[in-house]
């Protein structure tokens, strides 16, 4: 059985670490939660239990693990009130497996060094090995780490399948329109990787790299390896951000970012301000309120975009007016774009709208800005109107786009009405809210990423710490970076333009080492 290690911190400060024998523990129980020791105990007895049964069902016997593991909670929680808190400090799987296990020693020298074995990683691998380039990917955590650990479990994409566009290997599912599930987006890399076998070693963190006289110098715990170029396939999302504010509310209130969020039954009881409405906050405010959960936004500057328009996905027509191939250099806001939020929608349930005026109709509770907060007591900005109206202006304007395109190339699509909003808000978003009168108990940070290149040890960062360069190549010779927002196109950090990224720094680096670039494989653009 697949085994979660969980560690508890205790209301006098032990910490306890446990091991559940199954997974059930992880609908039950979150990394950062705090719960009262009756609700704790409850929770993870029930978690147990169904573990056990469903092991009953399948073997005929019962788990003593589990069963011991409840008794040794229960004993644990005697010593503490009903209401005093413990908090869930960590949970991972115990026995993560690796596909591509790293040797115990790594030296010597490669041509190309590719830091972050994601789909940028593997996309760069892909078209170094067409063109039989010696190299090495490095990733700290494991194969599509970041898609098992820091999604939620009903998480899906936001652009339909046809735009899974790896190289060498496009969708080739029998629903193209449709929007891939979790489990699915795992499958879908980890049967690219296996399609052709990239030498990627899991579980290698990188320490630093450098420059000596004639190479890099590239250090993992493992052993120090040099190289000729370096690719930095890490994207942009580093550190979770969660606001210093978050540092004076409540230690009674639980604290997650979204990376964190995994599902609304392992959250303790109560309601959830979710802050953001960004892609993350604005779909897992929609995946609590789909439970039942009382839920609260605040709710930022992000745009909206339909899901569809005239008979077509809104991603359908934009694909083909061509914003998608619509390079920074000539976007209207220029480099700034990189900065700016996604725009909210969902494929959930096939693909729809979100429309947060109709969740605030349904019960939810819309709020502007959060901007203060000490305690159980949080301020916010009166811009909710401002912020909802400017949401779903950006969408009009997008099917404005549309429509001049169907008229420009005489396109016979049918008519649609437009967006009439199905909720105004009777305030202004700025009244104060007590957390604990509101019966709010956790707060989900959906406030973005902090990047980290700290152990990059080179000079090719900005003013604002984000790495110089011209479509992935830097100005330090041998260096480039992949995978990143708006790195070249839209699609630059997401499966849809990775490939075109990532053969011209292949490309670029083949003309480097002498390579035959003249007649590489084809790879699907």
């Excluded at 190299?135 to 955590?141: A, G, K, Q, T």
């Excluded at 700016?340 to 605030?360: K, M, Q, S």
């Excluded at 808000?425 to 700025?430: F, I, S």
Aim: charged share 25%; aromatic share 8%; proline share 6%.
């Amino acid at each position: 059985m697949p085994e979660i290690e969980f560690t508890v911190r205790w209301p006098d400060g032990r910490s306890q670490t446990c091991i559940s024998p199954s997974r059930s523990i992880e609908k039950a129980i979150v990394t950062g939660a705090r719960y009262p020791v009756a609700e704790f105990q409850r929770r993870a007895r029930a978690a147990l239990e169904a573990g056990q049964s469903r092991l009953r069902e399948r073997r005929g016997f019962n788990c003593s693990a589990a069963a011991s593991l409840i008794d040794d909670l229960d004993v644990a929680a005697g010593s503490f009130e009903d209401d005093d808190l413990v908090m869930i400090e960590r949970m991972r799987g115990v026995r993560p497996r690796r596909r591509f296990p790293a040797p115990e020693r790594l030296d010597g020298h490669r041509s190309v060094v590719v830091v972050g074995g994601g789909q940028a990683g593997l996309a760069a691998s892909f078209e170094l090995t067409q063109r039989g380039i010696d190299h090495v990917i490095l990733e700290r955590d494991r194969l599509a780490a970041s898609w098992r650990d820091q999604r939620w479990d009903e998480f899906c994409l936001v652009t339909p399948n046809w735009q899974c566009q790896l190289p060498g290997h496009p969708y080739d599912g029998d629903d193209p329109d449709g929007f891939m599930l979790k489990q699915w987006i795992i499958d879908y890399i980890e049967r690219y990787a296996d399609a052709f076998g990239p030498p990627l070693c899991e579980g290698v963190a990188v320490t630093s790299v450098e420059q000596s006289v004639d190479a890099f110098v590239v250090t993992t715990p493992r052993g120090v390896l040099t190289c000729d170029h370096v690719v930095l396939a890490v994207g942009g999302y580093h550190v979770p951000r969660i606001p210093p504010l978050g540092a004076q509310l409540s230690p009674a209130i639980t604290q997650l970012h979204s990376s964190a969020y995994r599902n609304e039954t392992s959250l303790p009881d109560g309601g959830v301000l979710v802050v953001g409405s960004g892609q993350s906050g604005a779909q897992i405010a929609e995946d609590l309120h789909l439970c039942g959960r009382e839920v609260h936004l605040a709710v930022g500057s992000a745009p909206r975009v339909s899901r569809r328009y005239r008979g077509r996905d809104c991603v359908a027509w934009l694909h083909d007016i061509g914003h998608y191939r619509m390079p920074i250099t000539e976007h209207p806001e220029g480099l700034s774009a990189r900065n700016e939020p996604n725009h909210y929608v969902t494929g959930r349930g096939g693909g729809r709208d979100i429309d947060l005026r109709a969740f605030a109709r349904d019960g939810m509770r819309l709020h502007g800005r959060l901007m203060t907060g000490k305690g159980e007591q949080l301020e916010f900005a009166a811009d909710l109107v401002k912020n909802l109206d400017a949401a779903d202006a950006t969408a009009e304007r997008i099917k404005d786009t549309i429509d001049r395109w169907i008229l420009g190339q005489d396109i016979v699509a049918p008519a649609e009405e437009r967006y009439e909003p199905v909720w105004q808000p009777p305030y202004g978003g700025g009244e104060p809210l007590d957390l604990a009168a509101a019966g709010l108990r956790t707060i989900i940070w959906a406030t973005g990423f902090t990047p980290n290149w700290g152990w990059v040890k080179l000079d090719v960062f900005d003013e604002r710490g984000y790495p110089e360069h011209e479509r992935g190549i830097t100005k330090v010779d041998g260096l480039t970076v992949l995978g990143l927002p708006w790195l070249h196109t839209w699609g630059s950090g997401r499966f849809a333009g990775i490939a075109e990224d990532a053969r011209h720094v292949c490309e670029h680096i083949a003309a480097k080492v002498g390579a035959n670039v003249a007649d590489p494989a084809p790879s699907a653009a």
